[in-house]
């Protein structure tokens, strides 16, 4: 299937003015991803700006309400290669998986690098959810109905944050929906990785780009908190929906990861969608293929906490 037409448009004036990431810096490209945030965005029942305090700093964190009662809840972590996104950019998103799933969603302002580099991240992301759990009645959610989630580095920080809660004994997230995800692999590249290398939105230069400001060496890449298909814990991990799209360098990955998980006896639901390129959530509003997407994994995500 060729790619949606509504993105090859968007795409077309995308390729027209590539950035020059050689002479950007990280604050540049936040600023300049900054004025592409306002996204037409659906109501919910509550939005509330808070803080959760962690053992030696505090995260804004940003709790949406798709109803007025105690909820299942997801805690969510953006994307944006590690480097740039904030509970801002993914504003909408959040609302429509609140809303889609019918639960609480808790979106986590995790350090961005490179001022705070690999693991910074992970131990944010991690530590976020065992504040999440640990004051579940005070947050007004069900405690034994806690997910997490993520959008490409997002849903690194996601699946990571499974395997440290089996490491560390903490408390475990009942799902994981995962969308386009990181995951690392094993052997040579994945073809999409060839075949999506330019013209997608997200590129291989630019992967790099994120990457080398995000490790702290080359080491980094094949830590399991960074690649987690080189797990060896994939066993523990609870249930997952993966979702991918058809012309993403990231495709592969993360379907390899899927199959990684299936082969491990983790139950998972993954689909990967025709037409559409990485970061798709954050077309729901003007691609209905887009849309269908992401409200198919809120599905899942809604049979996995509402049963």
Known sequence: MGLNPKIQAFLKEVNAQPIPLESVSPE???????????????????????????????????????????????????????VVGSIDSHDATCREIANLAECTVISVDYRLAPEHKFPAAVEDAYEAFQGVSANAERLGIEEDKIAVGGDSAGGNLATVVCLLAEERSGHK?????????????????????????????LTKRLMNWFRSHYYRTEADRFNPYASPIRSELLHTLPPAAILTAQYDPLRDEAQNYAAKLKQEGVDVFTKNYDGLIHGFAGFTAYVEEAYQAVAEGASVLKDALHT
């Not at 109501?43 to 109803?67: G, H």
Request: glycine share 8%.
């Open 28 to 82: 540049q490209f936040r600023n300049q991803a900054r004025m592409q945030d306002d996204v037409p965005k659906q109501e919910v029942a509550k939005v509330e700006d808070c803080q959760i305090e962690l053992n030696d700093r505090t995260l804004p964190i940003r709790i949406y309400r798709s109803e007025n009662k105690a909820q299942p809840a997801l805690v969510f972590y953006h994307g944006g290669g590690w």
């Open 173 to 201: 997230p009942v799902f994981q929906l995962l969308l386009y995800p990181s995951t690392g692999y094993i052997g040579e590249e994945p073809a999409s990785l060839r075949e999506n290398a330019e013209g997608y939105l």
